[in-house]
């Protein structure tokens, strides 16, 4: 948005930032600029014809960004995981070959770009995209968002321009997460440490966010793995492994990987004897029991949480999901669970 004022500011400002004041930037602001169309992953609806699909997804789209205008921390809690269908991209097509209505120029954002990959769900959708991509109208611009720009198809990297936009430091997110949420300075700094510099992040991972939703059940699925790889049965290993065997999307996966994680994160403060630092304090006592039966040691749960970045870095490529999850839980044991004599 920062990026589309600078784009449509009517009156900018000498040093070249928007004014942030004139009609066009405050439209931006509020979300309500007729020119600037905000995509983003969406969960599939269900709908009999590719048309029904398509006006739903756009349905789908007005009702995100209404709750967005509404609330600009708002965070969705989808109960399917969201990807880019090609219904979507058609609408973002057909929205680029309408002329602009406030200003000169029409402004694309694409939030969470790197989900704009070939899946079975929506092969033809990245390459649409990319067709777009190639050859924009004149007077449209594309601005694509990614907190993992390596993980952006190399079709896209290479026809975009990069503006890196840094990671807020941990005290701003805390102070943030204190302010707007009234989160206590404590559980604000911890939240703060697992956010990675990231408000989106950190919002995403409130406790109170999305119970029902996508990310309380990676949490869940996380748990579980968590506890097969600490387990001292083969066989609940191997169960829990099936049970929870990627079945979904590529996405999905990553995204039950980077929970796992901030499993591992609150694991290492609870095996380094800081109970009081987990993000998620309400499972402190899960944690504290995993440590004991296993003998947890900070190092090892070190070289898990580099064990499980490896493992999400290989599912951006084109190694099968399982065997990564099969070989990722033999690590995490050996890493984890101190070898009894
Ligand atoms: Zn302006």
Same mark, same amino acid.
């Given at each position: ?11 900018? %400002?000498?040093?070249?930032? &928007?004014?942030?004041?004139? %009609?066009?930037? $405050?439209?931006? @602001? /509020? ?12 969960? %599939?609806?269900? !709908?009999?014809?590719?048309?029904? =699909?398509?006006? $739903?997804? @756009?349905?789908? /789209? ?13 965070? +969705? !809690?989808?109960? $399917? ?10 609408? =973002? ?5 309408? *002329?602009? &209505?406030?200003?000169? /120029? ?16 929506? +092969? ?13 109208? !004149?007077?449209?611009? #594309?601005? =694509?968002?990614?907190?993992? +720009? ?28 204190? %302010?707007? $949420? ?23 991972? #409130? ?15 996380? /748990?579980? =793995? #968590? ?56 499972? !402190? ?9 296993? *003998? ?46």
């Amino acid at each position: 948005m920062w990026l589309a004022q600078l784009i449509l500011c009517d009156d900018p %400002r000498a040093d070249g930032e &928007a004014c942030g004041e004139c %009609r066009a930037c $405050k439209f931006v @602001e /509020r979300l309500e600029h007729p020119d600037v169309n905000w995509f983003f992953p969406l969960p %599939r609806p269900d !709908a009999s014809t590719p048309e029904k =699909l398509r006006e $739903k997804l @756009e349905e789908a /789209r007005w009702a995100e960004l209404l709750a967005r205008r509404t609330d600009p921390f708002h965070v +969705p !809690a989808f109960d $399917k995981a969201p990807a880019y269908f090609m219904g979507m991209v058609q609408n =973002l097509q057909r929205l680029a070959g309408v *002329r602009p &209505a406030m200003g000169t /120029r029409k402004v694309f954002v694409v939030g969470d770009a790197e989900a704009m990959v070939p899946q079975e769900s929506s +092969p033809e959708a990245a390459n649409a995209f990319l067709k777009l991509l190639e050859e924009p109208p !004149a007077d449209t611009t #594309l601005i =694509l968002t990614s907190s993992n +720009p390596g993980a952006l198809l190399p079709t896209i990297r290479s026809r975009v321009l990069p503006v890196r936009v840094l990671r807020l430091s941990q005290a701003e997110v805390a102070e943030f997460l204190a %302010r707007e $949420k009234g989160m206590k300075p404590a559980e604000a700094e911890g939240l703060a440490q697992v956010s990675e510099g990231a408000i989106g992040r950190a919002l995403r991972l #409130l406790p109170t966010s999305g119970g029902s939703g996508v990310l309380q059940k990676q949490r869940e699925t996380a /748990r579980r =793995l #968590l506890i097969a790889a600490t387990s001292q049965s083969p066989a609940d290993r191997l169960a829990a492994a099936n049970a929870i065997a990627p079945s979904g999307a590529r996405g999905e996966f990553s995204a039950g990987l980077q929970a796992l994680s901030l499993w591992l994160r609150d694991l290492m403060a609870v095996a380094a004897g800081a109970p009081e630092h987990t993000a998620y304090t309400d499972d !402190a006592a899960l944690l504290t029991s995993i440590v004991k039966k296993a *003998r947890v040691r900070p190092e090892g749960v070190a070289s898990a949480i580099l064990r499980v970045q490896e493992a999400h870095d290989m599912a951006q490529g084109n190694v099968n999901p399982q065997l990564i999850l099969a070989d990722l839980l033999r690590g995490l044991r050996e890493d984890l669970v101190a070898v009894s004599s």
